[in-house]
């Protein structure tokens, strides 16, 4: 008796098609379109939840540092809870008394601003713009509009307390949760240890890159600050102030720090204080962020120019002018879960702008291009018609 053939079912298992490459695409556009509405619809609970989280990394250190040496559990919580606190403390005094210094310098240079309004309208009449669009020009430089614009950006005074009230919150809830923190990473390296590794280094680069910017924000903003104090440009606090919180915004944070103290400047000393405030940003800000910025955080953040350009409009558009300020560490959040955590696609972390794994690549390009060059310069003729060998 013959046996049976086996049938299709018992031979080999039967291939289902895979999804097409292109309906994988449109998902996952779809998917950050409504996750990004969705973080916009809730941007005043997510905002301040985020930052709580990046002071806690930052603050988390003091805790390790004080159960290494023996400190009671309790003890380091509080301690931690009271370093946050202290912290926004002293950045919400700070943002208050440049804010009142700003609103009370308005009123004495409301003169000066119609005037400034009218020349600049005056010259955009003579290269043909019509007259509603010089109107609207010559509004903007009023100071109640100024104010206006200064409140719609920073929130009124009761949503700023609602802010501070989420984060002071978040931030004691966090520092009790905090204390598990080793123990969850050591959980998570047993069953997921790419996404334990994932998290513990995102924390770590967000700790390097938001305490390095800090600092050289704070000495970017003081430096400049005295040399508006001694250029005698009014509002010198205010400005130095916002030096310090453009710093945390990439390639754009210096051209909006240097606004206000240009129109300022010219108002007060004409030209020369305008170039001057000029020449001082650009040292100050060129010297920072091209030298020593570069050599303290290092590796940190490995975004590519172009992704952290692009991020920065996106949180921006997402969670307003606060998500140009954080647009960095969502940015690096974003990539720790989609790419870091999952081995089989660590490989695209080249692609965000990260250079370890493709810097033997770009050595031999450079030598190439070295080699080339050496040997363009050999081919090249001496005056007397030999050639260099």
Known sequence: MQPESPGPEASEPVSRPGIP??????????????????????????????????????????????????????????????????????????????????????????????????????????????????QTVLQAFTPGRLIGFITDLLGNITGMVGVLVIILTMLILMAVDGGRVAALLTHLQFYRPAMGAAFSGFATDIRRYTVATTILGAAQGLFNWLVLFILQVPGAMAWGVLSFICSFIPNIGYFIAIIPPLVFGALSGGWPVVLAVI????????????????????????????????????????????????????????????????PSKIWRRALTGDKKDIESALKLEDDAIRARRARRRSDRPHPDGTRKK
Not at 49 to 67: D, E, K, S, Y
Not at 305 to 323: D, I, K, N, P
Not at 333 to 341: C, G, H, K
């Open 279 to 342: 020449l001082t940003y650009g040292v100050i800000n060129g010297v920072i962020q091209s030298i020593i910025q570069p050599k303290y955080i290092g590796n940190a953040v490995s975004l590519s120019e172009t992704l952290t350009f692009v991020s920065v409009l996106f949180w921006a558009a997402v969670l307003g002018a606060v998500g140009a300020i954080l647009a960095v560490p969502l940015t690096l959040l974003v990539r720790t879960i989609l790419l870091d955590s999952d």
């Open 21 to 134: 490459r292109a309906t994988t695409i449109l998902l996952a556009l779809g998917g950050a379109t409504v996750a990004a509405f969705g973080i916009a619809a809730i941007r005043g609970i997510f905002t301040p939840v985020f930052m709580a989280l990046v002071i806690t990394i930052c603050l988390h250190p003091i805790r390790r540092w004080m159960q290494r040496h023996g400190v009671p559990r309790g003890i380091a919580t509080g301690t931690t809870i009271a370093a946050g606190f202290a912290v926004l403390g002293c950045l919400s005094v700070v943002l208050i008394a440049a804010l009142a210094q700003f609103s009370a310098l308005l009123p004495q240079y409301a003169p000066q601003l119609d005037q400034l309004g009218a020349s600049i309208a005056q010259l955009l009449e003579s290269v043909g713009f019509g007259s509603e669009q010089t």
